[in-house]
């Protein structure tokens, strides 16, 4: 693979795991700078009652001036009807609909069972469909390779659950190891068995760094053909079910990884490190994580967006 597409989550997924609360101008600025360098694929916000995630209160005000950009593919999550009308109605081009494999995590994340969530699933492709916009519909398979909360998720259950996604009519599929329990040799297994039901659907993948091994995970996914990876600027995020998290996948490091492979983004790391501060200077005691943020690129490094 010489091209792959990285999803900055950092203004969905890494900020409403926080106790900070972004203003709407740095939330701006972010997307601003991200844009520059070079990130055309962004998950901005997430479509929740302020009173339970008041970090997401301005989501359609961030979505709005993140599709001022030209190019910028903007995705945002949407956990049950009224958020999906909400989504439907910003105008985003991407919503993604957590629907978790593990009963335990579905029951604590959206409080329903994995059942009833493929059933809320069906019903915003419906609604997408009445509305006539051509919204992509993405299945965020959650837990999919193990839960806090339940241990041990089956993969003959992701299977199961996988095809019922699909029937309810989803474009897209993304696995997400959202406790960071997933290993190199079981996401290698997962995707193959998974690529067997969803074929051109399984399309991304979501990788926390919980143990370290987000990046490892990663390169297994796209030697497995996946053509979308996850990342969030400085590792922030992470799931609450999930003791000890150190966060999502950190983009300036993946950017580095790929780079080292051959493999083009589209994105300046260098560029890339300035919008990291930008995000340090706006989330002041929050920690951020990254390797190549701490040590810096090395002298001779490859310079391939």
């Known amino acids: 693979m010489n091209t792959l597409v990285l999803n900055e989550v950092g203004m969905r997924d890494g ?12 939330k701006r600025k972010w997307i601003d700078t991200a844009y520059e360098a070079g990130v055309r694929y962004m998950e901005v916000a997430s479509f929740v009652p302020a009173k339970l995630l008041p970090q997401m209160a301005d989501a359609a005000e961030v979505v709005a001036h993140a599709l001022t950009f030209p190019g910028l593919t903007v995705t945002v999550l949407a956990p049950n009807l ?3 009308q909400d989504a439907l109605a910003s105008g985003a081009h991407r919503i993604m609909v957590p629907v978790s494999v593990s009963a335990a995590h579905s029951q604590a994340n959206v409080r329903c069972t994995p059942e009833h969530m493929v059933e809320t699933f069906a019903r915003m492709c419906e609604l997408r469909d ?28 992701l299977l199961a659950l996988t095809s019922k996604v699909l029937l309810a009519g989803c474009d897209a599929v993304s696995l997400a190891d959202t406790t960071g329990y997933a290993t ?8 193959q068995a998974v690529r067997a039901i969803a074929g051109d659907k399984l399309q991304s993948a979501h990788f926390h760094d919980t143990r370290g091994l987000a990046l490892a995970n990663a390169l297994v996914a796209v030697q497995h053909g996946i053509a979308e990876l996850d990342a969030s600027l400085g590792g922030i995020g992470g799931c609450p079910f999930a003791p000890g998290v150190s966060g999502n996948a950190v983009t300036e ?8 492979m051959g493999v083009r983004t589209g994105i300046d790391i260098e560029r890339l490190l300035v919008c990291r501060a930008v995000v ?26």
């Open 15 to 26: 900020l409403q795991s926080l106790r900070s609360i972004m203003p709407t101008a740095a």
């Open 82 to 84: 009224r958020g999906a």
């Open 130 to 157: 009445q509305a006539g916009h051509p919204v992509t519909m993405i299945a965020g398979m959650s837990t999919a390779f193990g839960c806090t909360l339940q241990g041990h998720v089956p993969l003959d259950d």
């Open 184 to 191: 190199p040799g079981q996401v290698a297994q997962t995707l």
């Open 253 to 260: 490091d993946l950017v580095f990884m790929l780079q080292g």
């Open 280 to 305: 340090q200077s706006a989330l002041p005691g929050e920690q951020l994580y990254g390797h190549i943020a701490r040590a810096g690129l090395p002298r001779q490094v490859q310079r391939l967006a």
